[in-house]
């Protein structure tokens, strides 16, 4: 079935730092990829998505690229601040019958002042 | 235009007892799912449903579970009875088209 890996965490960096979070997928056809956020104590919020091949999605600094040819989807972001902080989920999302939204395990980012 | 609602954000009961999380999706979304969240096991979609119905409920750990959608702005998710590992964060999310939005989630404890 259809399964997305993350790198493990926790990732953490001095502030603005290079980040990248490597996100691969499995997948049969052509999902759509999301990056959520949750922060302490808080829901997951939408960061950015892609919904076909070679689509760069990007929000607040960060960026992804939907890679078919390697089935990826890395996050990254040139200059990180203390702020971005959080556990990062990477996505699919089938656009078929089933509509389910399948999460990666999540990446914590600590980011030291 | 308000979020994804969820009520009640923290929940603290005693094993045996009836839980009862309620959601307001987003309204005119279509698609209504309810996810739990533990270190363990990560996210996990228990169910979801499409124009009030519920379309795939494999997820819901065992009948001590039930979702109901009575209409398209209010769901439950009802725990009878609970136990101490149903301890979780339950998140409810609403969609229309192609893009997921979640609630701030029920911080459910269950002792």
């Known amino acids: 079935g259809d399964s997305v890996t993350q790198m493990e965490g926790p990732v953490t960096l001095s502030e603005e730092a290079f980040l990248t979070i490597n996100c691969t997928y499995t997948?049969?056809?052509?999902?759509?990829?999301?990056?959520?956020?949750?922060?302490?104590?808080?829901?997951?919020?939408?960061?950015?998505?892609?919904?076909?091949?070679?689509?760069?999605?990007?929000?607040?600094?960060?960026?992804?690229?939907?890679?078919?040819?390697?089935?990826?989807?890395?996050?990254?972001?040139?200059?990180?601040?203390?702020?971005?902080?959080?556990?990062?989920?990477?996505?699919?999302?089938?656009v078929d019958s089933s509509y389910k939204?399948?999460?990666?395990?999540?990446?914590?980012?600590?980011?030291?002042p | 235009d308000a979020g994804v609602i969820q009520s009640p954000r923290h929940e603290v009961t005693e094993m045996g007892q009836e839980v009862t999380l309620r959601c307001k999706p987003i309204s005119g979304h279509d698609y209504l799912f309810w996810y739990r969240q533990t270190m363990m096991r990560g996210l996990e979609l228990l169910i979801y449903f499409n124009n009030n119905v519920p379309i795939d409920d494999s997820g819901m750990p065992e009948d001590r579970f039930s979702a109901k959608?009575?209409?398209?702005?209010?769901?439950?998710?009802?725990?009878?009875?609970s136990e101490p590992r149903d301890s979780a964060v339950y998140f409810c999310a609403s969609s229309l088209s192609n893009t997921i939005y979640f609630g701030e989630g029920s911080w459910l404890t269950v002792v």
């Open chain 1, 101 to 112: 939204l399948i999460f990666g395990s999540g990446t914590r980012l600590l980011v030291r």
């Open chain 1, 27 to 94: 997948a049969t056809g052509y999902p759509s990829l999301f990056w959520y956020v949750q922060y302490p104590g808080e829901g997951l919020q939408l960061l950015l998505k892609a919904t076909k091949a070679d689509d760069k999605g990007s929000n607040k600094g960060f960026e992804a690229t939907y890679r078919k040819e390697t089935t990826s989807f890395h996050l990254e972001k040139g200059s990180v601040q203390v702020s971005d902080s959080a556990v990062y989920f990477c996505a699919l999302r089938q």
């Open chain 2, 69 to 81: 959608m009575p209409n398209a702005s209010f769901s439950t998710l009802k725990i009878q009875p």
